[in-house]
């Protein structure tokens, strides 16, 4: 793959052309695409690791909500680096919303979505990006995402996510031999040697070619905060494409930074999945159920940080 040594400025463009996407689609360039929303100190070091990373030809960050003094550090870099591209004054109008805008705006047929607080380590990008070379369209390729202290992090890598594996896996019944097929947690499984297909990887940080992300129409904006990728993920291998976990493409997520309440956090969690129970109900009897059981997935979703604050 070729990229680009150094940016491009457009000085003699057309009005509404855009030079710099122009040359990045021509070179296969590589596109990262951040959807920021009150995310706190954590962002001023993962901005950093991006724009560090030789590979990465551009940064699209959107900007859903920020505060009044990290607003103006985002349009400063913008207008510092050419590589940037700020996308703002949309509102908070969702993950999926806003990464879809930011795969829009974005020139690379190579996109990488990273997550705000989550730091690219050397080597993570080059490898997303080699292992999805000649794969089947649509298909994607999620990294490895370690804690601050390198443990490997609960959701990186998982089996498939349905209405009663979840509930086997969230209640701890799955723990049982004769149902461990149903656990979806698999960050305590061996770590493979190379990339490998898994049913369902994490959001924080993985990568799709531009003919992949468009033929599935981009994320699901039914989707406002989590979920999204577990549907993505199960309409890229309802597709005829692989899903595929990259044990060397390494990313340290902090999570929990957004200064949004948990609960409001929990309560979209529990709506996300809700709706993605409803889309995978095969017949009337599936969906009936599944509507019937949305109610109580949003209360027990927001039940969490409740009980944890209870227990301390």
């Not at 920021?36 to 993962?46: F, H, I, N, P």
């Not at 979806?184 to 493979?192: I, M, R, T």
């Not at 898994?198 to 994320?219: K, Q, V, W, Y």
Request: include cysteine; proline fraction near 6%; aromatic fraction near 6%.
């Amino acid at each position: 793959m070729n990229r680009i040594a150094a940016p491009i400025v457009a000085v003699d463009a057309a009005p509404g052309r855009d030079v710099h996407r122009d040359v990045l689609r021509a070179r296969r360039g590589v596109s990262v695409v951040m959807v920021v929303y009150m995310t706190g100190e954590a962002l001023g070091r993962s901005l950093p690791c991006v724009l560090a990373d030789p590979l990465v030809d551009e940064l699209v960050i959107v900007d859903n909500g920020s505060t009044p003094a990290q607003a103006e550090r985002l349009r400063a870099l913008s207008g510092q680096d050419a590589r940037v591209t700020l996308v703002s004054g949309q509102g908070n109008v969702g993950f999926a919303r806003g990464a879809n805008l930011g795969a829009r705006r974005a020139g690379g047929d190579h996109l990488v979505f990273l997550n705000p607080d989550a730091f690219l380590q050397p080597g993570c990008v080059a490898a997303l990006v080699r292992e999805i070379a000649g794969q089947p369209v649509p298909s994607l390729v999620g990294g490895r995402i370690l804690n601050p202290d390198r443990t490997e992090q609960r959701g990186a890598r998982r089996g498939d996510i349905t209405a009663v594996s979840a509930l086997l896996s969230m209640s701890g019944l799955a723990k049982a031999p004769a149902l461990r097929r149903f656990e979806v947690h698999w960050e305590g499984e061996a770590l493979p040697e190379t990339a490998v297909e898994t049913p369902t990887i994490s959001g924080a940080c993985f990568c799709m070619r531009r003919e992949d992300f468009n033929f599935l129409r981009g994320f699901d904006e039914g989707y406002f905060l989590h979920v999204e990728d577990v549907d993505l993920c199960w309409r890229v291998r309802a597709a005829g494409g692989r899903v595929l976990f990259h044990p060397r493409a390494e990313v340290i997520h902090i999570g929990g930074t957004s200064q949004t309440s948990p609960l409001k956090v929990e309560f979209h969690k529990g709506v996300g999945l809700a709706r993605y129970f409803r889309k995978r109900a095969g017949g009337p009897g599936q969906r009936l159920g599944a509507w019937l059981a949305g109610p109580l997935v949003v209360a027990a979703a927001v039940a969490r940080p409740l009980v944890r604050r209870l227990l301390g």
